[in-house]
């Protein structure tokens, strides 16, 4: 037995599995239109040139497809493609390059089943889920006394890279919009330089101050910034997390910048500096929460973007 997708579109399919072709390294072997078959009488003379039958073969087995008329055509709802690969990184390509113009409804991120898993909607309607489940068990046995995976986190957006840099690396304009959703910037002092700071205070929802500190190694405008994170107080000093003790005392921060088409996918990685084994269980086991707080950031990042 062999169970296969098929995907209606609403008049986009020669368009769609040609980008999917391009994306996913498949071969289109069927591209038959209305106006080529039998069932040319049944459609209307514009819709002569659509697809009644398409063929992409990936790997994995064909993904098949068809332009659906508008009578009959319904938005998908209650399934998603599901893709699997072996390499996060490749996770990560064919998840931006499917994000593309479309919707992220979760960003691709490391979870507690998987190396990297995303999902999104793309610009045609179709939704689909990015699952790398990475190393085998014993593969990571071995590893699970080594430095902790770090975590990745990466939002697309409508906006030109040099402007999306501008948003991480202008004080003015981080103060628009930085931190977890619900907080703001108060005060914030920003030497953007190798070996420079940023130094800042959140007001949480409830009124308290949260203070917070980079360290800045590598800037490369536009594409990336390297920098040491960790919580501070008001005189700039490192400090432990406020609620968590066993919190990473400083975590090494990567910003990477990437350009596709016009809009800029952001990357974060996240990984502790120089950890004792109760920093990395603790990183280990936070990692949904940091998923939330980068969520809501991004969130954030997302809104100013749009207005700015």
Request: proline share 7%; hydrophobic share 40%.
């Amino acid at each position: 037995m062999q169970l296969n997708p098929y995907i209606f579109f609403k008049g986009t399919c020669r368009e769609a599995f040609e980008f999917y072709a391009q994306v996913l390294g498949g071969k289109i072997e069927a591209m038959l239109t209305h106006g080529g078959t039998p069932a040319a009488s049944s459609v209307p003379p514009e819709w002569q040139d659509k697809i009644i039958h398409a063929r992409l073969m990936l790997r994995s087995g064909p993904l098949m497809a068809s332009d659906a008329p508008p009578q009959h055509y319904q938005a998908p709802q209650g399934f998603s493609v599901n893709i699997g690969v072996d390499d996060p990184a490749e996770a990560e390509r064919i998840f931006h390059a499917l994000a593309e113009d479309g919707k992220v409804t979760m960003p691709i991120a490391k979870t507690f089943w998987a190396e990297r898993f995303g999902m999104l909607v793309d610009r045609f309607g179709i939704p689909w889920m990015i699952n790398c489940e990475g190393r085998q068990p014993a593969a990571k046995e071995a590893a699970s006394s080594a430095a902790p995976e770090e975590f990745v986190v990466s939002r697309t957006f409508k906006a030109p890279r040099e402007k999306v840099f501008a948003a991480f690396t202008d004080a003015q304009r981080m103060k628009r919009w930085w931190g977890p959703k619900g907080f703001k910037v108060v005060t914030s002092k920003m030497s953007l330089r190798p070996g420079g700071t940023y130094h800042y205070c959140l007001r949480a929802p409830d009124g308290s101050d949260l203070w917070g500190k980079f360290v800045y190694r590598e800037i490369e405008r536009p594409a990336r910034v390297v920098l040491v994170s960790s919580f501070s107080n008001a005189k700039g000093e490192v400090t432990r997390h406020p609620m968590a003790p066993d919190w990473p005392l400083q975590m090494l921060t990567t910003f990477l910048f990437a350009e596709h088409a016009g809009a800029t996918t952001f990357t974060v990685k996240w990984s502790p500096l120089e950890p004792t084994s109760a920093e990395r269980a603790a990183f280990e086991a936070g990692r949904a929460g940091m998923l939330q707080g980068w969520t809501g950031t991004l969130d954030q990042l997302e809104a100013y973007l749009a207005k700015a």
